[in-house]
């Protein structure tokens, strides 16, 4: 007996969960014949690499100016390099403890910011996120409505205010009655790294927040009523379950989070001024150059080194940016 | 293992919808209830209240002797097999299945023993150290299954856990499900749409229709005895056919005319159901199931008229074991789904260029019906089935 195979198409709102969409396989373009398949990965590839070149070659001649000498740097263009006049005095001398200009000390300042300033703000976004997308609690739209929208608060209005906080703490004069209240004691932060990471942790939370709260939320709502009947509870959830699977994303913010903490300039120069034992590699290579640009030779080789923290953390955390972590949970 | 019970239980959701009215079901121990009905009818719903992951607006929920109503889900030992099977991903087979036993704080030694047996029942024994990902549907199902049956709960309760198969393999683990729950002896609570699956693995099945209850009954009693117009027009494939009809009393016998045709109710019938004739002169919803009609050319004896009636083959489909024909009757047919659910579930009562209802009989495959041709069916005037038009209720004793 044939049966009818009525397909369901589940209507109600608890049912809908469906974030399997169709797969997108872009790829299956040219399906004609194999000479027009070929004309069509040739179009494709040679414009891609014509502006690959010219988005690496300032980047190039950085790279082969660093391995030069301030003369040869001032007499001709990178493109006339000669490879007798290669040196590696530059990177001596900048890397060199003795030397003012040392880079040393301020990749490990640049550290210090960068890697509490990603960490922390992961840790705090990710409970939040979590609560925001799967815990029902009164207010929690209002809530996460407000958290989002201090996204659009710039931070250079705050900079002065938050300075202001930190050498100063926070006082209040309660009206008539002659009396200052301390809301936050002065912690003299001024000039310290705690001032920038800290500054950098809480102007980053509305982004994270967000950005997890969009991929937490879409995780199959099926897993987590599933684990509630296993037994877990929200935390063990989290734990066992959100945090595995979210480490793309995680992984991502991670990228994000590092460079612009790494390569910020303003935020650090504004709480350390002039501190220099805290200086971080930013404002390291801007003082480098020097009075009248005497020591501009410097800056290739410094630049590389600046940038040189920042690709190992991208091509340590890339290979997290697998897809489909979520195959086969749900779905046939 | 429990019995469990619902007690005029409701479900109101904060928008006022009211899924879930006045359910009574009463599971007994060991019991493979099913739960019927089209989608939006509820079923869902009230499986999920018993899991504790929708709360009951009224009513009561006993699972043993305790009323459950606002237990946590994981303090109800009740084990839940879900549509998309709900595997963790990052975890492999072995630690999908073992997860509950951990967070039970279950010894070590004790979650592997519980999880190899528990693989062994649904040979999964190679895939234990494979993630979610790298295995067929019909291994993922197993590995929800296998979920369930290591915490040896007090009731399954499944959603749809076929659905995402294919048609082959979706028989074939009906059956193992069916089997590995008579033999595990645990009390069931099964929600499908499918009235196959309904019937073939139920111990009794519920068919629900709009959050209120229709029939609770063994699989052939709810096909034998329909109890109202929805259940004889849901369960059955190709569906009951329903027409609108009116009786009357003529010769001493009941008469059913319908459109400019009539047949004549078995004595038999009126004896079994005296009330039939207090609807003599009114208007009644006859109900013939496509097996109770036959091609009159291969009848052995020669039928009295009274039982047959005249038309023309529009369709057949030949299915090798029978043949379902389709032919025009001016009979006025009885629309059984709300207009919520057509398109869905509803079978569109389709008509011809006159104007009349399409039919469906199913035919021995010696039939020799042809397309367009006139053809002559014999009713089974012995299983008409007859509703009281107003409640759409049976019209029995």
């Given amino acids: 007996m044939a049966t009818p195979v009525i397909n369901e198409v589940p209507g109600d709102a608890d049912a809908a969960l469906g974030n399997d969409g169709p797969p997108n396989d872009m790829r299956k373009g040219g399906t004609g014949s194999t000479t027009g398949a070929r004309l069509h990965g040739l179009l494709t590839r040679v414009p891609l690499w014509f502006i690959v070149l010219i988005w690496a070659i300032p980047s190039l001649g950085l790279f082969i100016n660093s391995f030069r000498d301030r003369q040869a740097q001032n007499q001709s263009g990178w493109w006339r390099v000669v490879p007798s006049d290669l040196t590696i005095s530059n990177y001596d001398t900048v890397l060199s403890a003795s030397s003012t200009a040392s880079m040393t000390d301020s990749v490990l300042n640049s550290l210090g910011i960068a890697i509490p300033a990603t960490i922390i703000p992961i840790a705090v976004a990710a409970f939040a996120a979590y609560g925001f997308a799967w815990i029902d609690f009164k207010g929690r739209n209002w809530l996460f409505i407000a958290t989002i929208s201090l996204l659009a608060i710039p931070l250079q209005v705050a900079l002065l205010p938050l300075l202001k906080l930190y050498v100063g703490g926070a006082h209040v004069t309660v009206p008539f009655t002659e009396r200052t209240l301390t809301l936050i004691p002065d912690w003299d932060l001024q000039g310290s790294l705690t001032a920038v990471w800290l500054t950098h942790t809480g102007f980053a939370m509305p982004f994270a927040i967000f950005l997890l709260h969009n991929y937490i939320s879409g995780l199959p709502r099926d897993i987590f009523e599933s684990a509630r009947i296993d037994g877990a509870d929200h935390f063990t959830i989290f734990t066992k379950l959100v945090l595995p699977l979210s480490v793309p994303v995680l992984a991502a913010f991670a990228i994000f989070q590092f460079l612009w903490a790494w390569n910020d300039y303003l935020i650090a120069l504004t709480m350390i001024g002039s501190n220099a034992d805290n200086f971080p590699t930013t404002i390291r290579v801007a003082n480098l150059s020097g009075d009248f640009g005497r020591n501009a030779f410097l800056l290739p080789s410094a630049a590389f080194i600046q940038a040189f923290i920042p690709l190992i953390v991208f091509f340590s955390l890339q290979r997290f940016f697998v897809k489909g972590l979520l195959a086969g949970s749900v779905k046939g | ?397």
């Fill in chain 2, 1 to 397: 293992m429990a019995q469990v019970v619902l007690k005029d239980v409701n479900k109101v959701y904060p928008n006022g919808y009211h899924a879930i009215s006045d359910l009574n079901l009463d599971i007994a121990d060991g019991e493979f209830l099913v739960l019927v009905g089209p989608s939006g009818c509820g079923k869902s719903t009230a499986l999920r209240m018993v899991a504790g992951l929708e709360e009951i607006s009224g009513g009561e929920l006993y699972i043993g002797d305790r009323v459950v109503n606002d237990v946590h889900p994981k303090d109800r030992d009740i084990a839940m097999v879900f549509q998309n099977y709900a595997l963790y991903p990052h975890m492999t087979v072995a630690e999908n299945i073992g997860f509950a036993l951990k967070l039970a704080k279950v010894p070590k030694p004790e979650i592997e023993e519980r999880v190899r047996k528990a693989a062994a029942v649904l040979d999964l024994t190679e895939n234990l150290d494979r993630k979610p990902g790298q295995l067929s549907g019909g291994q993922r199902q197993r590995v929800a299954m296998g979920r369930a049956i290591v915490r040896q709960p007090k009731a399954f309760l499944m959603d749809e856990p076929l659905s995402n198969l294919d048609a082959k393999l979706r028989v074939q683990m009906r059956a193992e499900i069916a089997g590995l729950q008579r033999d595990l002896g645990v009390t069931t609570l099964y929600v499908t749409h499918d009235q196959v699956e309904a019937m073939t693995m139920g111990d009794r099945v519920a068919v629900l229709k709009r959050g209120f209850l229709q029939q609770v009954d063994t699989p052939q009693n709810l096909y034998d005895k329909p109890g109202n117009v929805f259940v004889a027009g849901f369960i059955g494939s190709p569906s009951m056919n329903l027409m609108k009809a009116t009786l009357s009393d003529s010769g001493g016998g009941i008469w059913v005319q319908f459109g400019s045709q009539n047949l004549e109710v078995s004595p038999n019938t009126v004896a079994a159901n005296p009330s039939l004739r207090s609807f003599v002169g009114k208007d009644i919803v006859v109900g013939i199931r496509p097996e109770d009609i036959s091609d009159a050319e291969l009848a052995i004896e020669e039928k009295p008229n009274d039982s047959r009636l005249t038309t023309e083959t529009t369709l057949i489909e030949a299915l090798g074991s029978e043949v379902i024909v389709h032919f025009p009757l001016d009979a006025e047919p009885f629309a059984i789904m709300d207009a919520e659910f057509e398109g869905e579930d509803a079978v569109e009562q389709s008509k011809d260029a006159q104007g009349r209802t399409i039919y469906v009989g199913r035919f021995s495959p010696r039939s020799r019906a042809r397309m367009g041709q006139p053809l002559t069916i014999d009713v089974d005037t012995t299983r008409m089935h007859f509703f009281d038009p107003s409640t759409g209720n049976a019209i029995r004793g």
